[in-house]
DNA sequence: GGAAGAATTGAACCTTGCTTCAGACCTACG
DNA sequence: CGTAGGTCTGAAGCAAGGTTCAATTCTTCC
């Protein structure tokens, strides 16, 4: 036995394993999954395309990868917003947490574009369900606090939160897909949120 | 000059572009569009794969059609269903149109996911942003009805209208794509919309 | 230095399914 | 009938892009 990989070695790996997450994410933010192939991917990251397999079995578990970074990046961005508001009122909290995805959302269009609503592979497709369902989650335990403080009406919380998911995401898709900001979209939106939560009966 | 253009001709080529038509709408009801192959689609119309390009000179455009007639159909139920109670009020107009959208949607949830959110090409992708804007165009003018009749605050009506077609996608999105009726979440979903629209102050 | 073995390269390969096209078959009309 | 021209067939062609692999380079340790 005249080889056994070094300290040195692994540590390489690991930053040039980085390299390519990093390379494919920056892809995907500025041209969208749609121009992302594993020869672009391998020339940004200054790799030869066969060396990404060396790391991930497949271009679908490369941009799952992506995808489930951007995605807890974004869940855990909104749920500090919420958290920060929590002390004033549940529906503060809630707001929070949406006027801060829309936000980040705008700041990076082709990446909320391609995490929303751009077609995709199969393996990529299952890491939007996620993030479509984790942002779900966190609304929804919200709401179910909200509910409990008496803040909002009675009401089903999975469905509420599904739906705020979901009319974020048409709201933004055009404009998104544009590469528009859409900034003035963004007070409709947190009053339509306001109203779907409901008042007090 | 030896031949010419028949009336029967032209019939049976007419009948024949529906049968095309036909068959790939069924394709997709029955497997969604993964399921669809122009050689599928030639099969079950009983025609030769090139015979297709007879009619159609690319897979897109075949489906953009597909999608496009389907479209158009769901657009005027859900409107008709709207204008029926249009009578007596314009909040139940609002409703009626999103109920009768989403009882046909869980009737057949292979094309409903197709139609909301199954990836597809380009071509076929164009048509689905014509359906989600469609359907809220329907929505925004009455809304725009309902401000003006005093029965809900005033609103972006656009905002509000895609915000609502958003909801139901991402609340139907799930139990569509499982083949899941999802019959419980339609009360719940009409209370959340009922909520978005809002009371008059 | 050199042998053993691992990592890296990138051009060739392969798969998938849309599209084409040369030939067979029809239809119209003299 | 015959011929001119259209229509239909389906297997072969082809493009795109992900994946593989023989050759090369690098790393370790005696």
New interface residues.
């Given amino acids: 036995m005249a080889y056994r990989k070094t300290e040195a070695v692994l540590k390489k790996q690991a930053m040039t394993r980085e390299r390519i997450v990093r390379a494919a994410t920056e892809l995907v933010v500025d041209e969208g999954y749609a121009g992302c192939s594993m020869a672009g991917v391998a020339r940004r990251a200054e790799v030869a395309t066969g060396s990404i397999y060396q790391f991930f079995p497949s271009k679908g578990e490369l941009f799952a990868e992506v995808f489930r970074t951007a995605v807890s990046r974004e869940v855990v961005a909104a749920s500090q917003a919420g958290a920060e508001k929590l002390t004033s009122s549940a529906r503060a909290s809630i707001l929070a947490a949406v006027e801060t995805f829309c936000t980040r959302a705008m700041r990076s269009p082709k990446m909320a574009y391609a995490l929303i609503?751009e077609?995709?592979?199969?393996l990529v497709?299952a890491e939007r369900?996620v993030f479509?369902q984790s942002f779900?989650d966190i609304l929804a335990s919200a709401i179910v606090a909200a509910i409990a403080a008496g803040e909002i009406?009675d009401?089903?919380a999975g469905?509420?939160a599904?739906?705020?998911?979901?009319?974020?995401?048409?709201?933004l898709?055009?404009p998104l897909s544009r590469g528009d900001t859409g900034e003035k979209?963004l007070p409709?939106?947190l009053?339509?949120v306001g109203?779907?939560?409901?008042r007090p009966d």
């Fill in positions: 609503a077609p995709v592979d199969p497709e369900l479509h779900s009406p009401q089903d469905i509420t599904a739906g705020i998911v979901g009319a974020i995401s048409d709201v898709v055009l979209v409709a939106l009053a339509f109203r779907a939560l409901g």
